[in-house]
């Protein structure tokens, strides 16, 4: 494991730690959502850059529309029907920062590692997610 993902998932160890002694953690139950996950071609700094502007850009373009489904399953159903735009929104933004990987969107089931994100808690586990990777995927 590289050394920033060891400080990292000690950070998350102890925010998971403290926010369960302090009665901080939210539950999140994993049956009802779809994660968000962007893979960077590589971890260079440049990738890693890429690869926040291409979540934003997706959040800015989508998050509306994919904010609230009446069912999960209309969830996947309409995710599944916008991937080539998923895919062509993430291409811009990859161009237009003079870049030029290619992209996939998938939708599937996939493993992640423990993450807080303020006081939500996300365990670690396979979690349904939306998975974009960006050229190799390796970062």
Known sequence: MK???WIFTAAALVMLIISA???LVQPIRSD???RLHVIANSDSPEDQALKLHVRDRLLLTFGEKFKEFP??????HTIQANLS???KVAASEINSRGF?????AQLGTYPFPTRV????????GNYEALRLVIGEGQG
């Open 71 to 76: 069912s999960i399953e209309q969830a996947r």
């Open 3 to 5: 050394r920033y993902e």
């Open 100 to 104: 030029s990987y290619k992209v996939k």
């Open 117 to 124: 994100y303020g006081d939500l808690v996300y365990p670690a």
């Open 85 to 87: 735009e998923l895919e």
């Open 32 to 34: 009802d959502l779809i």
């Open 21 to 23: 002694c302090t009665g």
